[in-house]
């Protein structure tokens, strides 16, 4: 068979492969195929049937969710040495058609930031970096439906580019809302407000509400009754049980000063707190302490009363203890 024909045969092997949705097979014939057209110096078409290759192994691995993250990388590796144009392909669930490669390059893109955020060992900055990235590309997809957003556990269902990178931007600014709550309450506002718009419009009601109920948590004010300082956002202070009385009740309704008390609470700002917390915790050492040594005492008390013990039956000292030594 003269290189030529041969060549033919591997590329329409490959593409039936495609059709009946043997993806695993379809991978390794374009694989040949692309070796073949480069041994007859036919570039371009050599770098599709690379680009197909990548696609179809992504296709061949959607029940594994971490071989199908690094057949997504492969293809936007695959992509970024030799980019083409246009590829048909036969996709998952039958769909057929003329795709351009950067929405798939896309997609993988989307999709392996936003599951890079979610890695724990990442600082804020790069997960924000990483959301962005993903939106950005989701959003140059528009409204198609994503391929495989299905088969990753980060987004879990057939949805939308734009519904992704929605999801993305919801995320960003959730986790704004969650670093700014601790050192500006204003600004922690602002970020949770996007993020519940956000998740309501990706009708994720669930998250809306918890995003909602963090709103009023950061929005609340208190005065601290210690230092007399007010206080923004709930995780900023605690409320200590107190004994307040008529007198105070009174004093309170007087000058109006209803923030610092809560029922039969006070208000105590976190730094008011941790002044008091030191001071049960230096206590409570020192009690252990005493604790410790009275235990060593009873102990002490206990063998001495062995001794005397052994003596009035007529024994030594040496019998009350076994004898060992
Ligand atoms: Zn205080």
């Given at each position: 068979m003269k290189p030529e024909e041969r060549y033919g045969k591997l590329v329409h092997s490959a593409e039936n492969a495609a059709k009946l949705g043997l993806f695993e097979e379809a991978y390794k014939r374009y694989l040949k195929a692309a070796e073949s057209a480069i041994s007859l110096n036919r570039m371009q078409e050599a770098y599709v049937w690379y680009f197909l290759a990548s696609i179809y192994k992504c296709n061949s691995s959607i029940d594994d969710e971490k071989y199908l993250l690094s057949s997504l990388y492969n293809l936007y590796e695959t992509y970024n040495k030799h980019p083409v144009d246009k590829v048909t392909v036969y996709m998952l669930g039958g769909a057929f058609g003329e795709f351009p490669a950067k929405r798939f390059v896309n997609e993988a893109i989307g999709l392996l930031a936003l599951n890079n955020a979610k890695l724990t060992n990442m600082g804020l900055e790069e997960i924000v970096e990483n959301l962005d990235k993903a939106t950005k590309a989701f959003m140059e997809i528009g409204n198609d439906y994503l391929f495989y957003s299905k088969y990753l556990s980060i987004i879990n269902k057939r949805v939308t580019a734009n519904y992704a990178a929605?999801?993305?931007?919801?995320?960003?600014?959730?986790?704004?809302?969650?670093?700014?709550?601790?050192?500006?309450?204003?600004?922690?506002?602002?970020?949770?407000?996007?993020?519940?718009?956000?998740?309501?419009?990706?009708?994720?009601?669930?998250?809306?509400?918890?995003?909602?109920?963090?709103?009023?948590?950061?929005?609340?004010?208190?005065?601290?009754?210690?230092?007399?300082?007010?206080?923004?956002?709930?995780?900023?202070?605690?409320?200590?049980?107190?004994?307040?009385?008529?007198?105070?009740?009174?004093?309170?309704?007087?000058?109006?000063?209803?923030?610092?008390?809560?029922?039969?609470?006070?208000?105590?700002?976190?730094?008011?707190?941790?002044?008091?917390?030191?001071?049960?915790?230096?206590?409570?050492?020192?009690?252990?302490?005493?604790?410790?040594?009275?235990?060593?005492?009873?102990?002490?008390?206990?063998?001495?009363?062995?001794?005397?013990?052994?003596?009035?039956?007529?024994?030594?000292?040496?019998?009350?203890?076994?004898g060992g030594y």
């Open positions: 929605l999801i993305s931007e919801a995320n960003k600014a959730y986790l704004l809302g969650e670093y700014y709550s601790d050192i500006d309450p204003t600004k922690a506002v602002e970020h949770y407000m996007i993020a519940s718009r956000a998740y309501r419009t990706a009708r994720r009601m669930d998250i809306y509400r918890d995003v909602i109920k963090l709103i009023q948590g950061v929005r609340v004010t208190k005065k601290c009754w210690i230092c007399g300082r007010e206080i923004q956002g709930e995780k900023h202070f605690v409320y200590l049980d107190a004994k307040l009385g008529p007198y105070f009740e009174k004093l309170i309704e007087k000058n109006q000063d209803k923030h610092s008390i809560h029922g039969n609470k006070i208000v105590v700002c976190n730094v008011c707190y941790s002044a008091i917390d030191n001071i049960v915790q230096e206590e409570q050492r020192k009690l252990r302490q005493l604790i410790d040594r009275l235990l060593q005492l009873e102990r002490t008390v206990y063998y001495m009363k062995k001794v005397l013990d052994a003596i009035q039956v007529g024994g030594t000292a040496r019998n009350a203890f076994g």
